[in-house]
């Protein structure tokens, strides 16, 4: 919690009641004061009460206002330190160079992987691995950029020989989510879990007996209610990349753990299979000439 949470405040903004909306926007508008205020100094700038600020900060998941202060202060001091020197929350102008472009993307990138490691709970990883690892089947969906994130880890999963299955059409993951049964696994991905396909294909799944994973944003939307274990992921916006084309990163950041650990549940099958595929494409690489026959060409 103490790491991300003025991410988090800005990604749930939307999400709040005014009252708490508007306690948001006082401690958006400068983290470093909001941290040396009292509740009460806080709650009079947000025009609202101090039950209201608590009511906020246990929304939040913190027991009372001290403790997200010491967190707010805890992440303005890490910024302070880490001195960035592109400030991740401006605006992309049109002839900005590509240099400061590259510097704004990269720091909005950095900053949203190192918030959703924050907010990944291992211990809800370990058992999403552990029932890949035994699993009969797994489904993944998600669509958009979402897709190209569940995508990516099916081609991951495949290669360690987990029956894996990513679909890109949303009858044919509800249908295949229909044949899930006990000991099974379905993952679904959405930035804001308000996708309706994915919210139904993950109920789907649920009907059946699998064990149903939510990767998204919003630890409390409807994607994370339908599901057994919800890994949540952190995403900073810039512009031109609103917030669900820069989710991609971050979803991948929760995927390969997943992934990582899977391979070392199967460390033998997984050592295995990386050396069977290696072979299989290995006429396919091209390899470095000897170094006297690239001498020789070039003498010509």
């Given at each position: ?142 669509l958009g950029s979402s897709g190209t994130a569940a995508r990516e880890m099916a081609f991951r ?45 993950l109920a789907e799944a649920a009907d059946q007996g699998a064990l149903t994973v939510a990767v ?60 069977v595929t290696a072979r299989a494409v290995q006429a396919h690489r091209l390899h470095d000439e ?11």
């Open positions: 919690m103490q790491q991300g949470v003025i991410g988090r405040i800005r990604m749930e903004f939307s999400t709040l009641p005014d009252a708490l909306q508007r306690v948001a926007e006082q401690i958006l508008d400068d983290p470093g004061e909001a941290a040396q205020a009292s509740i009460v100094d806080l709650a009079e700038r947000a025009g609202t009460s101090t039950a209201t600020v608590t009511r906020f900060c246990r929304v939040l998941g913190f027991r009372g206002y001290a403790a997200l202060r010491v967190a707010i202060a805890t992440e303005s001091g890490r910024a302070a330190q880490a001195r960035w020197e592109t400030d991740i929350d401006r605006e992309i102008e049109p002839g900005d160079p590509l240099d400061t472009v590259l510097g704004v993307i990269a720091s909005a990138d950095v900053r949203a992987i190192q918030e959703t490691a924050a907010r990944l709970d291992v211990e809800n990883v370990k058992r999403v691995a552990e029932a890949i690892a035994v699993a009969k089947r797994v489904e993944l969906f998600g999963l495949e290669r360690i020989r987990v029956p894996c299955w990513h679909r890109e059409d949303a009858h044919k993951a509800l249908t295949n989510a229909a044949l899930l049964g006990p000991g099974d696994v379905a993952i679904g991905l959405s930035h804001s879990g308000r996708t309706r396909e994915v919210i139904e294909v998204t944003s919003f630890e409390k939307s409807p994607l994370a209610e339908a599901a057994d274990v919800v890994l949540t992921t952190a995403v900073h916006e810039t512009t031109f990349r609103l917030a669900a084309l820069s989710a991609l990163h971050s979803q991948l950041v929760a995927l390969d753990l997943i992934y990582v650990a899977v391979a070392q549940l199967t460390y033998e099958r997984t050592t295995e299979a990386f050396e000897p170094t006297s026959h690239r001498a020789k060409r070039k003498s010509r």
